[in-house]
């Protein structure tokens, strides 16, 4: 949650991560850098959040209905690239290098969209095929199980790994690295049962004590940065200016079936109420803030805002942006306020998306249904860029604190 004419490409393409040098953390964790980088031609960045959103929806209603001491932890670099974070992960021995969007909105890792998969001494074919929908985009092939180098000290063995025989809607990266809960796994590899992440593998195989991983992305003004990290095992406190505050994962479906959280929304120190608590996800896959349509509508009344057709998102005016106030969400007992500034997309990087240099765009969007449908509102990564985000598979719940961005202007 990329060829370039699909709508997938440019939400999953807000994610690019690229790697960079590892941080071993004796107080807990490993770190891996990320990238952002843009790849976003043939449809506009709402639309793609739209398509991923009905996909993600329609795929945990699914779900529901079939279903129903001392920490070591380590980080690594995530690259920016505007509409994609990216991480450079190894497969194989020795290992080939493949550039893989960081979703928590799925939880297959696989490889060869655009890069081949090459076998090695690691690679044990499964004889069980694979096949996962991302909303306007997919992937089929065969099942492996490999080596899965993320840093030299987050090597996993006998990783589950999707080998692309066809894909769409992905080029320009090379597949993708699942964060997400293991059940959204089931029934993507013949066979049936569920397919355990990288982070369950990581747990299992003692190089982490806790599943858990922290999210660490920051805004930017330029095309390509590597100015984001993933940590598993822990969380970066470096990288975080409060304590952690976690919640349970809502019972909520069907945004239970991924990092789903109970959440309100209100405008301005008035309070005005844009979206009452109902349950929705966190996602990296996605780019914007999408908000349930009655919500939307609302937020469009408050601002003043108007749609720009050639780009897919909410314009103001200047003089409108002088009286934007913030957005602040309410998650758990703590509030996460979404400056002004916050909720416009970098004027620098308007014409990277096909808009006017001189326009001021909204980051909210249209989710495309109206609230109560149990997955109504998902903050992608441009409010995750405002916060350090926690995914904790060992306790059920997810995590929030301010960083050193929060309140940052970049326009």
């Known amino acids: 949650m990329f060829s370039s004419t699909s709508l997938i490409s440019a939400v999953l393409l807000a994610l690019s991560v690229a790697a960079g040098p590892v941080v071993l953390i004796r107080e807990p964790s490993l770190t891996l850098p990320i990238v952002r980088r843009f790849n976003l031609t043939g449809t506009t960045i709402a639309d793609a959040d739209r398509a991923r959103a009905v996909h993600l929806k329609d795929n945990g209603k699914k779900l529901k209905s079939d279903s129903q001491h001392y920490r070591r932890q ?7 690239t505007a509409v994609t974070y990216t991480a450079d992960v190894g497969v194989g021995s020795p290992a080939t290098t493949y550039s893989l969007l960081i979703d928590t ?5 696989w490889v060869g969209a655009d890069k081949a998969y090459v076998q090695t001494s690691t690679s044990e074919n499964t004889g069980k095929s694979v096949s996962v929908t991302y909303g306007s985009g997919s ?36 597949g993708i690295l699942g964060l997400g809960p293991v059940d959204l796994t089931e029934g993507t590899v013949s066979g049936g049962g569920t397919v355990p992440t990288v982070t369950d593998n990581l747990l299992s195989q003692g190089t982490i004590t806790e599943e858990v991983v922290g999210v660490y992305y920051a805004p930017t003004t330029v095309e390509s940065t590597t100015n984001g990290e993933l940590t598993f095992g822990g969380v970066d406190t470096s990288k975080t200016t409060s304590n952690m505050s976690y919640v349970a994962i809502t019972s909520t479906s069907p945004a239970s ?7 309100s929304i209100t ?12 349950a929705g996800i966190v996602d990296t896959g996605t780019t914007l803030v999408l908000l349930a349509t ?5 937020y469009v009344s408050l601002t003043g805002a108007t749609l720009d057709n050639s780009v897919g998102l909410l314009s103001i005016s200047s003089s409108d942006y002088e009286n934007l106030q913030s957005l602040f969400f309410n998650i758990g007992n703590q509030t996460y306020e979404l400056t002004a500034n916050a909720q416009t997309w970098p004027r620098s990087l308007n014409t990277a998306i096909g808009g006017s240099s001189n326009a001021i765009y909204l980051i909210v969007s249209d989710l495309g249904s109206d609230s109560g449908e149990g997955l109504d509102f998902i903050n992608g990564y441009t ?3 405002r916060f350090y985000s926690v995914y904790d598979t060992t306790n059920s719940r997810v995590g929030f604190a301010t960083t050193e961005h929060t309140t940052d202007t970049s326009n």
């Open 267 to 278: 405008y301005g120190s008035s309070g005005t109420e844009v979206l009452s608590s109902t």
């Open 383 to 385: 409010f995750l860029e």
């Open 139 to 174: 992937f089929s092939g065969t099942e492996y199980n490999d080596t899965v180098t993320l840093s030299s000290d987050l090597v996993i063995t006998g990783q589950g790994v999707g080998v692309a025989s066809t894909s769409s809607g992905f080029e320009g990266v090379d």
């Open 74 to 80: 380590s980080s690594f670099n995530v690259t920016n």
């Open 294 to 298: 009655d919500a939307y509508n609302t």
């Open 105 to 109: 909105g799925s939880s297959n890792t």
């Open 257 to 263: 079936a991924y990092w789903g959280v109970d959440q």
